[in-house]
């Protein structure tokens, strides 16, 4: 079975400091796997997503995620916290079906 | 850009109502989704549609039905809501592709009193 596990549900930050959200993944087929960010209000949206073309993917808004085997990991980096990253990320996989599997999300919250 | 549009931000409706959630996505895509968000519970798959007419059961179908008449619409189906029904709607559009990703909407808060 697949299974999605986001570490805390909630994480602060100050303003410039490195974001670090965490997301461990459990497959046994080659996953693909996605960032998604939601706004107050709004939707999901795409932030990146990993499809074995490289373990290092950059995404928008500076965010960047590091694909580990090894470690069964897709940790979501950013190495300075601006005011307007405050949102609730989700992290996502999909082994290429139709199925998608979600994290339970971790809400950001930034600090001045 | 792919735009996926609720047809409604706010519902509130009373338990024993039929209640109907609108999408339309402009993009052709073939897929098309509804979840439910609930806090700490992540988003649920309620039904995804691959085609006109054609429907999968998600997760949580219970309580639920789906029509896909055409292709750039979904709509979710409520035949008698019920106060455990209230919660955040998504849907949701993708391409076929193995890694295509989900291009969401900007959701419906539902409240069943």
């Known amino acids: 079975a697949q299974s999605v596990t986001q570490l805390g549900s909630h994480v602060s930050v100050s303003e410039g400091a490195l974001v670090l959200l965490r997301c461990n993944y459990s497959s046994s087929v080659p996953p693909y796997l996605f960032w998604y960010v939601q706004y107050p209000n709004q939707g999901l949206q795409l932030l990146l997503k990993y499809t074995s073309a490289a373990t290092l993917v950059k995404g928008i808004n500076g965010f960047e995620a590091e694909f580990k085997k090894s470690e069964t990991s897709f940790h979501l980096t950013k190495p300075s916290a601006h005011m307007s990253d405050a949102a609730e990320y989700f992290c996502a996989l999909t082994s290429g079906t139709y199925k998608y599997i979600f994290g339970t999300g971790t809400r950001l919250k930034v600090l001045a | 850009d792919v735009k996926v549009t609720q047809s409604s931000r706010y519902l509130v409706k009373r338990t024993g109502e039929k209640v109907f959630l609108e999408c339309v996505q402009d993009m052709d895509h073939e897929n098309m989704f509804w979840y439910r968000q609930d806090p700490g519970l992540g988003l649920r798959l309620i039904y995804f549609s691959y085609d006109v007419k054609m429907k999968e059961k998600g997760d949580i179908p219970e309580g639920y039905s789906v029509s896909r008449e055409k292709k750039e619409r979904f709509s979710l189906i409520l035949e008698s809501a019920s106060t455990n029904q209230t919660s955040m709607y998504l849907c949701?559009?993708?391409?076929?592709?193995?890694?295509?990703?989900?291009?969401f909407g900007n959701g419906t808060r539902l409240t069943v009193t």
């Open positions: 949701a559009s993708s391409l076929p592709g193995r890694h295509s990703p989900l291009h």
